[in-house]
């Protein structure tokens, strides 16, 4: 079965840092992968996609993605952080050859220090 | 558009009563998750409807968890009876390719 890592709890970075919220997957098939950003209680929304095509994936507010075949990675990332990114990301990923379930991580919560 | 509605956002009842969650997808989207969100976890999928079908419910406790979706559109998720472990975040999303699925608020369950 598919399955995600989010290997840290939490990231912290100061405004105007680049950051990265790390994120490996694994799944028998060719991947599609997510990533998502949930506010305090707010549900979930979509930042951006990787399905097939360029490495690098640009989204929403500034976040870009890139995927790494090689080492099973789809690492999130921002050049320059604003306080308001401060929120929890999860990453996830879907095996369409398998059970074509969408699969996340436990999440990283993001915190932007002014 | 207007985005998946849930009610109510949050719920608080005692263990061994029932409960129910309604959701009401994005116009057009045909197919449905109910997802179970505990706390420091992601969410994990319970039931996914395509229409008014089930495709997937083999993570869905079927001896307490039931979930509906009669004219294809609505849903309703019932726990009954609830147990102290059911408390979490309960998430419907939808969507209408398999890409990119649109989440509601989701309903915060606190079982006591």
């Known amino acids: 079965a598919q399955s995600v890592a989010q290997p840290e709890d939490q990231v912290n970075v100061a405004e105007g840092n680049p950051l990265t919220v790390k994120c490996t997957y694994s799944?028998?098939?060719?991947?599609?992968l997510f990533w998502y950003v949930q506010y305090p209680n707010r549900g979930l929304q979509f930042l951006l996609k990787?399905?097939?095509?360029?490495?690098l994936v640009k989204g929403s507010y500034g976040f870009e993605a890139e995927f790494n075949k090689s080492q099973t990675s789809f690492h999130l990332k921002k050049p320059s952080a604003l306080v308001s990114d401060s929120a929890l990301y999860f990453c996830?990923?879907?095996?369409?050859?398998?059970?074509?379930?969408?699969?996340f991580g436990k999440g990283n919560q993001v915190v932007v220090i002014p | 558009e207007a985005g998946v509605a849930q009610s109510p956002r949050y719920k608080i009842i005692e263990k061994r009563q029932s409960v129910a969650f309604w959701c009401n997808p994005i116009?057009?989207?045909?197919?449905l998750y109910w997802y179970q969100q505990i706390l420091g976890q992601g969410p994990k999928l319970l039931i996914q409807?395509?229409?008014?079908?089930?495709?997937?419910d083999s993570q869905l406790p079927k001896d307490r968890f039931s979930a509906e979706r009669l004219k294809g559109v609505d849903s309703t998720l019932k726990i009954q009876p609830a147990k102290l472990e059911d408390s979490a975040v309960y998430l419907c999303?939808?969507?209408?390719?398999?890409?990119?699925?649109?989440f509601g608020p989701g309903t915060r369950l606190t079982v006591t």
């Open positions: 999303a939808s969507s209408s390719t398999v890409y990119e699925q649109y």
């Open positions: 799944v028998s098939g060719n991947p599609y």
């Open positions: 990787y399905i097939t095509g360029d490495n």
């Open positions: 996830a990923v879907r095996d369409i050859r398998g059970n074509n379930r969408l699969a």
């Open positions: 116009s057009g989207h045909a197919t």
């Open positions: 409807f395509q229409n008014n079908g089930v495709v997937d």
